[in-house]
Structure formats: C-alpha cells, structure tokens
C-alpha cells in the first residue's frame, strides 16, 4: 500500500493539514503523524484528535523489544589465549566482553549495539515507509520538523489532474504549506 508523506516544519501546517484532509474525507484512522516527541505533539494531538507517534517513543519501544529478541544485537565470539604474563588477549579486535574459561579454552562473547540512526530507521520502516522515505523522515523529525502520512493506495497520476487518493492528498499538502512531499 502507497503513503503519500508531507513534511512540515510547523505545528499549525500540520494542524491545517490534518483538518483538511478531514473535510476531503480521510479519517483519523487513515492519518499518520509522526513527530520527535511529546513537546511536539501536545498540541496538534489537543487540537486534532489524531495521535502523533513520537521518534523518540518508537525507538524506544522497538529497543525494548528488541533486546527481549536480540534481534537488534550482533551477537559475537571469539577464542581468548593466555599469554606467558597472564594477560588474555582475545580473538575479537575491538570488542569488549568478558572472557569464561571452557574446557581448557576462554570463550569471549558479547553483544554491540547497532547504531541509533539504524534502529529510527527500523522503527519508520514499520510504520510502513520504505527505506528512502525513513531516511528522509529520520533527518526531519529529529531536526526538529513534522512528517504527515495518508495510506492512498495504488493511485497514479496520467500527467493531468489527479483525481484519486493520493492526488487529493498531494493537493492539501501544496495547500497547507508542505516543504516537500513523498
């Protein structure tokens, strides 16, 4: 399913935005607003009924279930050798762990974590964006701007008027101030 995105880099754009995509028809449910945090969506969740999810909630949320999965983790091990002094040296570079002794050998495991703009990334790309989108909007929302999204389905344009959903939604964005729309 297409998301027709409009970034915003005030509240009242997104306010507007959100009020006239309602008087074209769309839903609440049908609206995605996507914002840093809760300093930045008080008032357009106050004044539109529409939730906003905050950047900052979502990641959070994801790296707790992910560290419930490990799914966010590499996962690394690597044998640890004694040296003539005592020292352990370890066959991972880099990488801090703890070493346990096993049979005769050290085993040295650990987790690093992937990066932050990785997991903001992660977290746009399962609120349905694709991945060009989500870098975009990851830059956006964290410098302080607004992202609203609209689920138009396929729609598509013939070079003339574009009477469909994603053609009306496209048209509010112009309206109401859009610095760029996907």
């Known amino acids: 399913m297409a998301i027709k995105l409009g970034i915003f880099q005030t509240e009242q754009q997104v306010i507007h935005a959100i009020e006239t995509l309602e008087q074209e028809g769309f839903t609440r449910n049908e609206l995605k607003v996507l914002v840093k945090d809760s300093e930045h969506s008080r008032r357009i969740e106050r004044q539109t009924d529409v939730h906003a999810d905050e950047l900052r909630e979502l990641v959070e949320t994801r790296s707790e279930a992910d560290d419930k999965e490990a799914a966010n983790d590499i996962l690394f091990a690597g044998t640890m050798t004694q040296s003539p002094g005592g020292v352990y040296g370890a066959g991972v570079a880099g990488m801090m762990g703890s070493g346990a002794p096993y049979g005769g050998m050290n085993l040295l495991a650990g987790r690093a974590r992937i990066n932050e703009n990785s997991n903001i990334e992660e977290a746009l790309i399962s609120l349905g964006l694709n991945g ?14 607004y992202v609203v999204g609209v689920e138009t389905g396929a729609g598509g344009g013939n070079g003339g008027p574009d009477p469909t959903r994603s053609g009306i939604v496209e048209a509010v964005y112009r309206h109401c101030g859009a610095e760029r729309i996907l």
Do not use: N
């Open 132 to 145: 060009s989108q989500a870098s975009l909007c990851r830059d956006v929302i964290v410098g302080g701007g």
